[in-house]
């Protein structure tokens, strides 16, 4: 069942709809915003995206609010206050990977004006092209990662079915 049918049987205040109808598909120009959202994505890795939903507030507190500048300082203390954060998502390979894809971040901020204005130069690559260049600059992100990083925040199509009533908001 595509994400669009399953949100579509939900509540109007359920986690899920409220992702789908506000959040998901929409463009997203907020490098801190940004950040957060590949957060989540990796946080998703091995668990269902609802999960996730419901720990979003937590993970956002515990990564400093999605500053992307504070992730990349975290320190030891930082990182086993995560790991003893039962409101985060507590995989040392996902909090370490989540503290260097801050500092590539600060990086393409300083080459590119900005992590989005990056995503934006690639222009209309393949989503293989786009996985390729992830890897090359980020950890832990794979296929549906990155797939999912990139459809949530605007940059490729695929995050509502055309039936999808969100779709049509979108165009």
Known sequence: MSYCVYC??????????????????????????????????????????????????????????????????????????????????????????IIYNASQILKLQDQYGSFYNWLKQKGEITLEEWIKVFKKKFKFVGKEIVSEFLKGSGFIEGAHELTCPVFNKLQ
């Not at 590949?38 to 507030?57: D, P, V």
């Not at 320190?75 to 409101?87: D, F, H, P, S, V």
Request: glycine share 8%.
């Open 8 to 97: 579509s049987q939900l509540s109007t205040s359920h986690i899920d709809r409220i992702y789908h109808d506000t959040l998901y598909g929409r463009t997203c120009t907020d490098d801190n915003e940004l950040f957060g959202r590949l957060i989540l994505e990796i946080n998703q890795a091995g668990l269902s995206w609802h999960t996730i939903l419901k720990k979003s507030a937590s993970i956002r507190e515990g990564y400093a609010d999605f500053d992307i500048g504070k992730v990349a300082n975290y320190k030891r203390k930082n990182i086993e206050k995560l790991l003893g954060n039962t409101g985060v998502i507590r995989h040392k390979g996902k909090i370490d990977a």
